[in-house]
């Protein structure tokens, strides 16, 4: 459980200014979206965790740490460096799926970076997953409504904290505090 919590609260932070949100906003009213988030998801973070496990034993608690802090930085500049999306052409399902495997990449790399440090990494996949798709869920169950919330600033602040714990995590893996 030590990775299943903060995985889910990082990908609800991260997820805020990542391109699958504003995706599942555009999408939400169409059919077999959601569908094509949970594929998209699923996929990204199972190579991420599958990924984790592979080079978690070569890796140092120092580095563990550093890597982290490296995802909190990365995921704190996504989210406050926000892009913008356009409506996708074809089928729901399958804009949703690409949408959401490559535009999730901090969400992605967080999920990573922490079942790289878990006991059981797939608690990381799963903490990951859940909090993407909370959030595909409610953004795309409000369709335009997301859209008008003001999410440069809460980007802002979810990328605040976000920066805040990466540093604190950095330092602390380098030995500084």
């Not at 930085?73 to 804009?95: H, M």
């Amino acid at each position: 459980m030590d990775a299943l919590v903060p995985a889910f609260v990082g990908a609800l932070l991260a997820g805020v200014g990542e391109r699958p949100a504003r995706l599942a906003a555009l999408l939400g009213e169409r059919r077999g979206a959601l569908a094509g988030f949970a594929l998209g998801h699923a996929a990204a973070i199972a190579i991420a965790v599958i990924g984790a496990r592979l080079i978690a034993p070569t890796l140092t608690p120092a580095a563990r740490s550093i890597l982290l802090a490296i995802a909190l930085i990365l995921a704190a500049i996504g989210t406050l460096w926000q892009r913008r999306v356009e409506r996708p052409q074809g089928p729901a399902p399958i804009a949703a799926a690409t949408g959401s495997f490559v535009g999730g990449d901090g969400t992605v790399f967080l999920a990573f970076a922490l079942a790289v440090g878990a006991s059981l990494p797939i608690l990381a996949g799963v903490g990951a997953f859940a909090g993407a798709m909370l959030l595909a869920g409610v953004a795309g169950g409000m369709g335009q409504a997301w859209l008008r919330l003001p999410l440069r600033t809460i980007g802002r602040l979810a990328g605040g904290v976000l920066l805040v714990t990466g540093i604190c995590v950095g330092l602390g893996g380098l030995r500084l505090i």
